[in-house]
């Protein structure tokens, strides 16, 4: 009796294998084990795990991928577990590591360190999606993944991740085929970038050289120009405050042609945000600009969702540009949540399903017009609002915000004779020569984005210069966060001028550019 207990007890002993696969909590990728056992009992195929409904669609896929490719699915009790049981898993390339799992069955391996993506065709042809870079990209800079099974068709875009051996498959057999060999070596060819490389101190950085419009076509405007050439230099906050057809939005749309070039983990968070919003990146160095309109919701700008918290314009612009043209017209909340982001770079979204902090290092660049029929400083037209109408709209922008705001200029009308007077090229490289001065001087940050305590150290000023910015602090009454703004702005100008140090000039010309209010 004894002999007969211990002969079942073998034959319903599990085979369990595994594999390693991953899904994206908010923007992190957290690794997730695929395990499967095939027990006997009534034949099924279940997946446990808290998986989303596209993972149990897997199964019908995996079904009949397996059988198209004269695969005999096992008549056994198929239970595939995704582990740890308590994160929420979603997302179709789970599907390879399922059906590899089935299709091994009666093979023991377990690859240590090999990650498994991709989604399966009806025939058993492996798709890629959208979740792939962002994923692979996060396990890469958390360290967990050095060699991985991708589709071949993303090979193109994952190619740009160095440091991970991917092998890339067309079809189920042929990753059948590479997990019964265990031959993971093969290196794909890594794909350049489409952008020019350069070279400072051993660290290299791309540029974009195409320019889509140029600042040649922006009449006059010189004080304009020359602010958008400093807020540029040193990625500043930068807004602009005229008639309407003056040119502000001129002027926003062709900063993106003439800011710093980007290091190569930029590039790829740039290319990571383009894959989650559904868009194919071409990894160009163009730094991203994004344009929501003022009746753009607070979700859709700075991310959210009532299941799952998703990233909004905020993100999107990470590492570029996020332009609000017609500032005042936005919701009063959506204007007061953007001094986060303007001051910690960073946005959290908490929902009861869902809490996520995600990067938000970004250029705001807004317009707005001096009042609501925009003819208040207009030498031609009559403005045709009472006092309390431009009180209130002009109120509508708080101190604490406007106080995060780096350069603030006041737009001249077009005139007949206005001439172009600098090109995008040429700012392009007055922009190229501050950078340098930067990263020569040993920044991981540009001016703009300098810490509290970077400030001290990069933008140290004394003598005559330190006594103008004290008297500017007592007449004009500026914040603390004012007063290391105008050092950080002097700080760009002084590069520009290819100062060593701050010098008196710069103070003067960052104070300028400062929206202020005089003390009697």
């Not at 993506?117 to 058993?124: S, T, V």
């Not at 749309?253 to 290091?263: A, G, I, S």
């Not at 991981?444 to 006594?467: P, Q, V, W, Y």
Request: net charge neutral; hydrophobic share 40%.
């Amino acid at each position: 009796m004894k002999t007969i207990e211990n002969k079942i007890e073998i034959e319903q002993t599990a085979v369990i294998n595994r594999l390693a696969c991953a899904t994206l909590d908010g923007l992190k990728a957290k690794v997730i084990e695929v395990e499967a056992t095939f027990t006997k009992g009534l034949p099924g195929f279940s997946v446990v795990g808290l998986a989303s409904s596209d993972i149990q669609e897997s199964r019908e896929r995996v079904k009949s991928a397996l059988l198209t490719n004269s695969f005999t699915f096992p008549p056994l009790k198929i239970t595939v577990n995704l582990s740890p049981s308590d994160i929420k898993k979603n997302g179709t390339h789970f599907d390879l590591s399922l059906a590899l799992l089935i299709a091994l069955n009666k093979s023991k391996f377990n690859h240590v360190g090999l990650f498994v993506f991709g989604e399966l065709g009806l025939d058993g042809k492996i798709k890629s999606s959208t979740m792939l870079f962002p994923l692979i990209l996060s396990l890469k800079e958390q360290g967990f993944i050095s060699k991985a099974i991708v589709p071949k068709e993303a090979i193109e875009h994952l190619s740009y991740i160095s440091g991970i051996d991917f092998i890339a498959v067309e079809t189920l057999n042929e990753a059948i085929s590479v997990i019964e060999s265990g031959e993971f070596n093969m290196q794909m060819q890594r794909f350049e970038y489409n952008a020019n490389k350069i070279t400072i101190d051993d660290v290299a950085y791309y540029s974009n050289n195409t320019i889509v419009s140029n600042f040649s076509d922006v009449k006059g405007q010189s004080v304009a120009k020359r602010a958008s050439l400093i807020a540029a230099a040193g990625m500043h906050n930068f807004l602009m405050e005229g008639s309407p057809g003056c040119g502000k939005s001129m002027i926003a749309k062709r900063l993106r042609d003439v800011l710093p070039p980007l290091e190569e983990p930029e590039m790829l968070s740039i290319a990571k945000h383009q894959f989650l919003d559904g868009q194919l990146p071409n990894f160009d160095a163009a730094r991203p600009l994004r344009s929501p309109h003022h009746t753009a919701t607070s979700a859709s700008i700075f991310g959210g969702g009532s299941s799952g918290a998703k990233i909004g314009e905020v993100a999107l612009a990470h590492n570029g540009i996020l332009f609000f043209d017609e500032l005042p017209h936005f919701a009063k909340p959506i204007l007061e949540a953007m001094r986060e982001p303007l001051q910690d770079r960073k946005v959290n979204i908490a929902r009861v399903n869902a809490k996520i902090s995600y990067d938000a290092d970004i250029m705001f660049v807004a317009a707005m017009n001096p009042c609501p029929c925009g003819n208040l400083l207009s030498k031609k037209n009559e403005c045709r609002c009472g006092e309390v109408e431009i009180t209130r709209y002009q109120n509508r922008l708080s101190d604490p915000f406007l106080d995060r705001i780096d350069l603030f200029v006041v737009m001249q009308e077009v005139e007949t004779t206005d001439k172009s007077d600098i090109t995008s090229s040429e700012m392009r490289k007055l922009t190229l020569k501050a950078f340098t001065a930067q990263k020569t001087r040993g920044q991981k940050r540009l001016n703009g984005k300098l810490k509290e305590e970077e400030i001290d150290i990069f933008c140290k000023i004394s003598g005559d210069t330190l006594s103008v910015l004290e008297s500017a602090m007592s007449r004009f009454a500026l914040s603390h966060r004012s007063v290391a703004s105008i050092k950080k702005v002097a700080r760009t100008i002084a590069d520009i001028n290819g100062n060593d140090d701050i010098l008196k000039m710069d103070i003067l010309e960052a104070l300028s550019y400062r929206k202020r209010k005089i003390i009697n």
